[in-house]
């Protein structure tokens, strides 16, 4: 009896403090591959002319928790992303992404990994950032 409560407490202290660290929205240790969800922070520029769009424009973007699946959403459409570290995204932007001057809005997503069932979320869409087109 004593060395099964031995085992026991151990295993029980463990799922305590997946339960405890999963309210507070620190990384369960029983999430396998759940991926953070992506933040957003600076854009490499927030304003740039609809010429410089049509030349075709590389926007880079700086954010926090990027995989090497996350991908850039602009305006509610995922766009051919190359993820450069774990810090920074970037994408050419084109007339057929943006066609003519105004506002746009820049997420990052990151899918979804393995969450399994115990209560883990994973992966996400960032803050939005508006860049503008004059």
């Given at each position: 009896?004593?060395?099964?409560?031995?085992?026991?407490?151990?295993?029980?202290?463990?799922?305590?403090?997946?339960?405890?660290?999963?309210?507070?929205?620190?990384?369960?240790?029983?999430?396998?591959?759940?991926?953070?969800?992506?933040?957003?922070?600076?854009?490499?520029a927030s304003t740039i002319t609809f010429?410089?769009?049509?030349?075709?424009?590389?926007?880079?973007?700086?954010?926090?928790?990027?995989?090497?699946?996350?991908?850039?959403?602009?305006?509610?459409?995922?766009?051919?992303?190359?993820?450069?570290?774990?810090?920074?995204?970037?994408?050419?932007?084109?007339?057929?992404?943006?066609?003519?001057?105004?506002?746009?809005?820049?997420?990052?997503?990151?899918?979804?990994?393995?969450?399994?069932?115990?209560?883990?979320?994973?992966?996400?869409?960032?803050?939005?950032?508006?860049?503008?087109?004059?």
């Amino acid at each position: 009896m004593k060395r099964i409560r031995t085992f026991l407490l151990p295993l029980g202290a463990l799922l305590c403090a997946a339960l405890i660290l999963q309210g507070c929205g620190a990384l369960n240790p029983l999430c396998g591959s759940a991926r953070p969800s992506p933040s957003i922070a600076t854009l490499s520029a927030s304003t740039i002319t609809f010429a410089q769009v049509q030349q075709g424009y590389l926007l880079t973007v700086n954010g926090s928790h990027v995989v090497s699946s996350s991908v850039l959403v602009i305006n509610g459409n995922i766009e051919a992303t190359q993820v450069l570290s774990s810090t920074q995204l970037q994408v050419t932007l084109t007339d057929t992404m943006i066609t003519g001057p105004g506002s746009a809005t820049v997420n990052i997503h990151t899918p979804g990994g393995n969450t399994s069932d115990v209560g883990c979320s994973s992966g996400g869409t960032s803050n939005a950032l508006v860049l503008t087109i004059t």
